[in-house]
């Protein structure tokens, strides 16, 4: 697989992002019916009852307008506890002058931001290839190729000699899923895998990567082989009617658990981070200072390093998957001592 490639299954999963994010009906981006003129339209409607609200009923009618208007408020602050991004910022800005700008990024914030995020890589792996040294490396470089020889040893681990083939895809995947959880500590800045329509289009690229990997290495009937668990003898072959659903299942099942695991993740270290910024506030709140005791740096710490768990954790389940897809023989001695 070339880098080329990892890149196309990398968009798709930002497209099938873009499409969940315009398919969500959104209740709260809806604008609900004017109460009062609901009741005008009724009065128009029936004059004994314009009578009747205007008598000892009024005070009946203003109090289910105080619950309407205390639901919808509710509705607004359905989510208390979630960190601001400079994304929200503009489009509150422009709500009421440009309405369908700021519908629009609000509908697609964390497609905005895995796009930042595949920005970040391209400049700083453009600009780690022009100023290579081979003989005279910075830090950066050496950081970078630490990284990826500590990954690509662990793809070929797990793979075994092809392994070379795959690591482009595995690689982009975990750098992608890394920056964007990082981003989410940035003030201002947001993790797009903390929704899941991003989490669930890497997973689904990975599926289908992997379903095209087991045709092309086994062939077709060598593929449908392996889904009937690969079948040797009479009593086994007898079992495929049991076996052949459950693997098929199980395929689903994989790409819906990678998704739903990062996705919880990370969402989880948000909101976390959040609470813990808001009680700081809370903390010096009678004194009337526009800051707060900074009791979240051990969580942002403790999210840097569940970040990278989270990255490593979709990447090596993915290979995993790979290498389950692949013929016996390709795994090498090395993958069978794992």
């Known amino acids: 697989m070339t880098s080329g490639k990892a890149s196309l299954l990398i968009f798709a999963a930002l497209t099938f992002l873009a499409f969940g994010a315009l398919a969500d009906d959104d209740p709260h981006h809806q604008t609900p019916a004017d109460p009062e003129t609901h009741v005008h339209a009724d009065a128009h409607a029936d004059p004994h009852a314009h009578a009747e609200e205007h008598g000892h009923d009024a005070h009946d009618a203003h109090g289910e307008h105080g619950d309407a208007h205390g639901e919808h408020g509710d509705d607004h602050g359905h989510d208390p ?26 509908r697609f914030v964390d497609a905005i931001f895995s796009y930042i995020a595949i920005l970040i890589l391209v400049l700083l792996f453009s600009a780690l290839y022009r100023r290579r040294d081979p003989r005279d490396p910075g830090r950066l470089q050496v950081a970078i190729e630490m990284i990826f020889g500590g990954l690509a040893s662990l793809i070929e ?61 086994n062939g077709l009937l060598g593929y449908l082989h392996h889904l009937c668990g690969s079948p040797r003898s009479g009593v086994e072959w007898g079992f495929v009617v049991l076996m052949l659903p459950l693997h098929v299942m199980g395929e689903f ?45 051990p969580i942002i710490l403790l999210a840097m390093l569940l970040s990278t768990i989270q990255a490593l954790v979709f990447t090596l389940l993915s290979t995993v998957y790979i290498s389950m897809m692949l013929p016996h023989g390709d795994h090498g001695d090395e993958a069978h001592g794992h």
């Not at 991004?85 to 369908?100: T, V």
């Open 81 to 106: 506890y979630h960190l601001v991004n400079f994304i929200a910022l503009i489009s509150g800005g422009l709500r009421d002058s440009q309405p369908e700008a700021a519908s629009f990024m609000d």
């Open 157 to 217: 681990s797990v793979i075994g000699p092809t392994a070379r083939r795959y690591t482009p895809y595995l690689g982009t995947l975990f750098l992608f899923i890394l920056v964007n959880n990082m981003m989410g500590l940035v003030p201002f800045f947001h993790s797009s895998t903390s929704s899941i329509s991003t989490t669930a289009g890497l997973a689904i690229c990975t599926f289908f990567l992997v379903q095209g990997v087991g045709i092309k290495e």
């Open 253 to 297: 099942i994989k790409p819906l658990s990678l998704s739903l695991r990062l996705f919880g993740n990370v969402m989880g270290e948000d909101k976390l981070l959040a609470v813990f910024i808001a009680l700081g506030a809370a903390m010096l709140a009678a004194t009337g200072l526009p800051i707060g005791i900074p009791i979240q740096v």
